[in-house]
């Protein structure tokens, strides 16, 4: 069983900079497909950005937001930079054990453990 628990959210003005981070248990972190999702109010939880030896991004959050993972540490970072009203959510971190080759992990399908969420809110 893999336990993730995020930190990092909160409120912030349009144009700023918040940062999340996603720690996992287990003892393989290096091998798990880490994401992030996001879900707003009335919406469905959609996919933000995933990490594995390559990175991949949702196009609402491309150049704004940079995920990186230190496997050292068994966390996941998303950097949010030019946040906007619209990415007002609460954001998921999500991790899978094992790799699938040639997967950006977009889907929530793709994933077998997710944290209780943090919430992110961007005033304008």
Partial sequence: QVQLVESGG?????????????????????????????????????????????????????????????NAKNTVYLQMNSLKPEDT??????????LKIGSSYAYEGDYDYWGQGTQVTVSS
């Fill in 10 to 70: 909160g409120l912030m003005q349009a144009g700023g900079s918040l940062r999340l981070d996603c720690t996992a248990s287990g003892r393989t972190f290096s091998n798990y497909a880490m994401g992030w999702f996001r879900q707003a109010p009335g919406k469905e939880r959609e996919f933000v950005a995933s990490v594995t030896w390559r990175t991949y991004y949702a196009v609402s959050v491309e150049g704004r937001f940079t995920i990186s993972r230190d």
């Fill in 89 to 98: 959510a609460v954001y998921y971190c999500a991790a899978r054990q094992g």
